[in-house]
């Protein structure tokens, strides 16, 4: 992972019209662990917002946001149980803006990564930032520690990101 600040960063290139992301975390938690909270009802509020996940492919994800988001309102694309989750971060007419959630067993812990494909606009750096943030979130939550979004790091990482998309993108 290329890291621009402390703790901050990931792999960022054109493809297309797209822009492919990839932000990963190691974890000292089990992959059936990290599973769990990645696709269980019940602790997706805890890292995300509050929804609901059908444990299935072709499942609905569906995920509030309240009036700090746009509602999501999908269907899963892929299903590998503790292996592989993909779905689009997106509902109705919104561009798509598809997900995927590796985990990858190392040693007694998890490497997680999440691969982002979005489209090429001027929202990129705030996506990454926003999953950034969620993803302090979830290692925080696997922690058993309850953390609010942290608007101070997403912040951090808006600048970071939008520093990274404008060296990789402007090509």
Same mark, same amino acid.
């Given at each position: 992972?290329?890291?621009?600040?402390?703790?901050?960063?990931?792999?960022?290139?054109?493809?297309?019209?797209?822009?492919?992301?990839?932000?990963?975390?190691?974890?000292?938690?089990?992959?059936?662990?990290?599973?769990?909270?990645?696709?269980?009802?019940?602790?997706?509020?805890?890292?995300?917002?509050?929804?609901? @996940?059908?444990?299935?492919?072709?499942?609905?994800?569906?995920?509030? *946001?309240?009036?700090?988001?746009?509602?999501?309102?999908?269907?899963?694309?892929?299903?590998?149980?503790?292996?592989?989750?993909?779905?689009?971060?997106?509902?109705?007419?919104?561009?798509?803006?598809?997900?995927?959630?590796?985990?990858?067993?190392?040693?007694?812990?998890?490497? @997680?990564?999440?691969?982002?494909? @979005?489209?090429?606009?001027?929202?990129?750096?705030?996506?990454?930032?926003?999953?950034?943030?969620?993803?302090?979130?979830?290692?925080?939550?696997?922690?058993?520690?309850?953390?609010? *979004?942290?608007?101070?790091? *997403?912040?951090?990482?808006?600048?970071? *990101?939008?520093?990274?998309?404008?060296?990789?993108?402007?090509?």
């Amino acid at each position: 992972m290329a890291m621009n600040e402390p703790g901050i960063g990931g792999l960022i290139e054109k493809t297309g019209d797209r822009v492919r992301v990839q932000l990963e975390r190691e974890t000292g938690h089990a992959p059936e662990q990290v599973w769990q909270m990645l696709t269980d009802s019940v602790y997706l509020g805890q890292w995300l917002a509050p929804g609901s @996940l059908e444990p299935r492919e072709g499942g609905r994800v569906q995920v509030d *946001f309240g009036n700090s988001g746009t509602p999501i309102d999908c269907l899963i694309q892929a299903w590998q149980p503790n292996r592989l989750l993909a779905y689009s971060w997106s509902a109705g007419d919104t561009p798509e803006r598809p997900l995927t959630w590796e985990l990858i067993p190392r040693g007694q812990g998890t490497l @997680l990564t999440l691969t982002l494909s @979005l489209p090429l606009d001027g929202l990129v750096a705030i996506s990454c930032a926003g999953w950034d943030s969620h993803l302090e979130m979830l290692m925080a939550a696997l922690e058993g520690i309850s953390i609010s *979004f942290p608007a101070a790091r *997403f912040r951090q990482a808006r600048s970071v *990101f939008e520093r990274m998309v404008q060296e990789r993108l402007a090509a």
